[in-house]
């Protein structure tokens, strides 16, 4: 990826609200949550963002 770029993951509501019976769903989505903020920090050198939608 070149610098200066942008990484857009997608998700869901699932990541900040808890639904019954979507344990594993919630989870799945909480680590790509985890995922863009681990990157943000790791890119921010090479001006590259990451958001998730």
């Known amino acids: ?3 200066g770029g ?3 993951l ?3 509501i699932g990541v900040s609200k808890g ?3 979507g344990t594993i769903n919630g989870a ?3 680590a790509v949550r985890s ?3 681990t990157w943000t920090v790791e ?3 090479r001006k590259i963002r990451v958001n998730v939608s």
């Open 1 to 3: 990826m070149q610098d």
């Open 28 to 30: 799945s989505k909480a």
């Open 10 to 12: 997608t998700a869901s």
């Open 43 to 45: 890119l921010s050198g």
């Open 35 to 37: 995922f863009a903020r």
């Open 19 to 21: 639904q019954g019976g």
């Open 6 to 8: 942008s990484i857009i």
